[in-house]
């Protein structure tokens, strides 16, 4: 059984619009104490998207935390009241411009559970109508890309998909949902 950490103190180390560090001084189940600091940002969504044709939907956008161009899965954060589910259809309209016409939630999880709080709904979607132009924020440049699923599980195998929630993401949308995935 593994007992709860009793926090004894609290504060932010960091507190901007973007990115929350709080320190808790723990007192731990030895009875030893220690700081420990957790990274709070918004939590987000993403979708593995199908067209039609059973093309998965990707994006390739530089990430300046990396220093690289990525491709990536459709995704954004979850405003404040705002659904997972509606979360991802707008961001996914934002980015691709397409519609999601059907949407099945895969799961909840946790990005990086040994230093965040932060949580990622993923689900599977399929696309409709193209809508509208990308409406892209600021600092945003997306291509929209679409892969044959054998594609994209090559690309995993090579190491062109880089970032292991995207790789879960699609991994578990193939296990849920073998019918897109077989050619």
């Known amino acids: 059984i593994f007992l709860a950490w009793k926090v004894i103190d609290s504060k932010y180390a960091l507190d901007n619009k973007y990115v929350k560090v709080r320190q808790d001084l723990c007192i731990l189940p ?3 104490t220690s700081d420990f600091f957790t990274v709070e940002i918004k939590d987000w969504t993403l979708v593995v998207a199908f067209t039609p044709s059973k093309e998965m939907v990707l994006v390739k956008q530089y990430r300046h935390s ?3 161009e990525l491709t990536e899965l459709p995704a954004g954060v979850i405003n ?3 659904k ?3 979360a991802i259809k707008r961001e996914f309209l934002e980015e691709t411009g397409m519609e999601l016409e059907q949407l099945n939630s895969i ?3 946790f990005t ?3 230093k965040s709080n932060c949580t990622v709904s993923v689900f599977f979607g399929l696309t409709g109508k193209h809508r509208q132009a990308q409406q892209l924020d600021e600092e945003e440049n997306i291509q929209v890309i679409f892969k044959k699923p054998r594609e994209v599980l090559q690309m995993i195998a090579l190491g062109e998909i880089k970032s292991a929630v995207y790789i879960a993401g699609i991994l578990a949308a193939k296990e849920k949902y073998p019918e897109y995935f077989s050619e």
Request: charged share 15%; aromatic share 6%.
């Open 112 to 114: 990086m559970s040994g």
């Open 84 to 86: 997972p589910a509606d």
């Open 107 to 109: 799961g909840t999880w």
């Open 30 to 32: 030895n009875g030893s």
């Open 66 to 68: 990396t220093s690289q």
């Open 80 to 82: 404040k009241n705002e």
